[in-house]
């Protein structure tokens, strides 16, 4: 049985509809560079750590997929716990980065401005090609930030587990669950 936390509403992705989706990205993935010399994961920290790393052991066993590099880079928001700030970067990542295929993995895009910060910075660097990739998009009309491979769409709540926290709770869930109101609202 799962235990649900009291600060969570309910399960929104479960554990296993993340390993099956997983799992079709790595393939997706696999197909599209197919015949690169290799691929350069660039996981945003902290969120990410978790989609990344059962991402590239997907990606790993799948025939005809790039070898591929793992990297990190963190990011801080200015902003409070669940509104989106200003970004920060605290960790470059440790190599340069031109003239290789980079995709971007991110847990969550909310307003896209980490995103959109992101590619502009990476892009700059002069990468092969650049792409992005993202486990859950949250449903906002009139934002357009493109996202290249995409997990789910959810509802605009706030959402833990599977990397995402809140305030650095309930990042390590297994599954993505919903935040009760109460619990986020409280602390504005
Ligand atoms: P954006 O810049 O508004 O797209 O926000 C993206 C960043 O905000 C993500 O990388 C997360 O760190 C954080 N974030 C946005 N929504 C959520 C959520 O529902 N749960 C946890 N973190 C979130
Ligand atoms: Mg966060």
Redesign the pocket.
Same mark, same amino acid.
């Given at each position: 049985m799962t235990y649900v936390h009291p600060d969570l509403a309910r399960v929104l992705i479960s554990a296993e509809a993340i390993k099956s989706r997983v799992a079709e990205i790595a393939q997706e993935i696999g197909r599209d560079y197919a015949g690169v010399e290799r691929l350069y994961l660039v996981g @945003?920290l902290k969120?990410?750590f978790i989609f990344l790393s059962d991402l590239a052991r997907e990606l790993s066993q799948i025939e005809g997929a790039p070898p591929h590099i793992v990297d990190f880079m963190a990011?801080s928001?200015y902003g409070r716990t669940?509104l989106?700030g200003e970004?920060r970067l605290v960790m470059d990542l440790r190599d340069p980065i031109v003239g290789q295929h980079v995709l971007l993995v991110?847990? @969550?895009?909310?307003?896209?401005?980490?995103?959109?910060?992101l590619i502009h910075s990476l892009q700059g660097r002069g990468p092969a090609s650049l792409r992005s990739c993202a486990l859950v998009r949250?449903e906002r009309p009139g934002l357009t930030?493109t996202v290249d491979y995409l997990g789910f769409t959810i509802p605009d709540?706030?959402?833990?587990g599977y990397g995402?926290?809140?305030a650095d709770t309930h990042r390590t869930l297994p599954f993505i669950a919903e935040?009760r109101r109460e619990v986020y609202d409280r602390s504005g």
């Open positions: @945003i969120g990410a990011l928001s669940t989106s970004v991110e847990d @969550i895009v909310d307003s896209g401005q980490t995103l959109n910060y949250k930030t709540v706030w959402v833990v995402l926290d809140y935040l």
